[in-house]
């Protein structure tokens, strides 16, 4: 189960301080809990049952099965909340068995479409449109684009047989899915995009990619039960959620997610994602950052030890010795024989404990263990962040389901393209 502690030497927040907020966040968690009238209309992932319960699952599984029968490569078209969760899983823990996956509709770029449609060339792929409301412009000019690619390579039955789309019931999407023959999955009416990891949203792609979803639903279920229930002082997403506000009061306005393995490279684009939408209003919230070390070390790491005092860092460390390599060595004098017969596993290690050390003596961190990198453990953060996400927005007073400022952007860019 994960685990939070907390190192920070100059203690700015004392025990007793931390006690005292949790106490005071209880309410809040109890709402939480129960899930609020007021969200009924987003609160659909809080039973993780509701959408990722055996019927969905075999069904996932059986289109899976077909599509890496049957195809070389699968196109995951979707931005933001609908292609974040599977990525962070696919991009970390897919043994490249399955189809190779494709990004799409994540992007305007033309050289990136034309890249993306190199890749593509020669190979029988299928696609999945990821469209909750299926009028965002990314998605659709890519859908667009790949049907044409289809059309132009197979006959109009076997396209419409590679064409899935997962988009709301009732909506111009399920429209033309009736119309063309498409496969049509439900992207859950009462989900907002970012907390879709447990739906077909995020399960169909990760399950074409062979990713065990089963193990990753049983995790995020542990993680709800763990939460939901249980003495409030112990609840790990409240301490979390008041820690983070209470930074936030003390004037760190950003929040620095940091791991040692590269593995969550693309998992933190959805915790970014998750927070910076949820929490990012009316004036508040704590700007979401990420930095990959060791390598980013050479980098910000300058800034983080000796810059402006902005920010708190919060570590995802992994317990289980997945993997290992030990450095020998090769008769040359190169200086560095202090690494001989050492794992990198340790070194990685060492390198932790040595940053969270430096680091802690100009800012809080806090650290996340994380028993193993696997399936299980991706369903267990989704759970936790999503929650945690849910009662740290309730405590900055911030409805943490919208998200209006997206809007802004958006009726210029169609006022600019004529829509
Ligand atoms: O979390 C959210 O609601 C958003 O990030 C959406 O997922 C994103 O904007 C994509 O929306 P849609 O699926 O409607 O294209």
């Not at 593509?120 to 690619?149: H, M, Q, Y």
């Not at 820690?243 to 940091?258: H, I, S």
Request: net charge negative; hydrophobic share 45%.
């Amino acid at each position: 189960m994960l685990k939070l502690s907390i190192r920070d030497q100059r203690a700015l927040v004392s025990e007793a301080e931390l006690a005292t907020a949790v106490q005071e966040g209880i309410p809040v968690l109890e709402r939480v809990q129960k899930g609020e009238a007021a969200y009924a209309d987003s609160l659909g992932w809080l039973h993780v049952d509701e959408w990722a319960g055996e019927e969905v699952l075999s069904r996932i599984e059986q289109l899976a099965a077909q599509i890496r029968e049957t195809c070389d490569a699968f196109v995951l078209i979707g931005v933001g909340g609908s292609n974040n969760a599977a990525r962070s899983v696919i991009e970390a823990l897919a043994d490249g068995t399955g189809p190779e996956i494709v990004y799409a509709g994540n992007t305007l770029s033309a050289n990136a479409m034309n890249r993306m449609l190199k890749r593509l060339e020669g190979k029988r792929f299928a696609v999945d449109c990821i469209a909750k409301n299926f009028e965002t412009l990314e998605p659709g000019a890519s859908f667009r684009v790949l049907r044409r690619e289809l059309a132009a390579r197979c006959s109009p039955a076997e396209a419409a047989a590679r064409i899935l789309c997962t988009g709301t019931e009732g909506s111009p999407l399920e429209e033309l899915c009736q119309k063309e023959g498409y496969t049509f999955l439900p992207f859950p009416t009462n989900i907002g995009g970012r907390y879709t990891a447990m739906t077909y949203v995020g399960l169909l792609p990760m399950a074409v990619a062979g990713i065990d979803i089963r193990a990753l639903v049983r995790g995020a279920a542990g993680m709800e039960q763990a939460l939901r229930s249980g003495a409030p002082e112990d609840n790990l997403a409240l301490r979390y959620a008041v820690l983070r506000n209470l930074y936030y009061q003390r004037g760190y306005k950003l929040e620095l997610l940091a791991s040692f393995e590269p593995q969550f490279r693309w998992f933190y684009k959805w915790w970014v994602q998750l927070f910076a939408e949820s929490e990012g209003k009316d004036g508040k919230g704590l700007f979401p950052v990420c930095a990959e070390y060791s390598e980013e070390l050479h980098a910000v790491g300058q800034y983080i030890q000796d810059g402006a005092p902005l920010m708190f860092e919060t570590f995802l460390d992994v317990e289980a010795r997945q993997d290992s390599l030990v450095v020998m060595p090769d008769g040359k004098a190169d200086h560095f024989d202090y690494l001989n017969g050492k794992d990198f596993y340790d070194i990685n290690k060492a390198a932790f404990s040595a940053t969270v050390t430096a680091h802690s003596q100009k800012l809080p961190c806090l650290i996340f263990d994380i028993p193993a990198l696997d399936a299980y453990n991706f369903g267990q953060l989704f759970y936790f962040f999503q929650f945690a996400c849910y009662v740290s927005g309730s405590l900055l007073g911030i409805d943490p389901f919208n998200q209006p400022g997206v809007e802004a952007y958006k009726c210029w860019m169609f006022k600019a393209l004529g829509k």
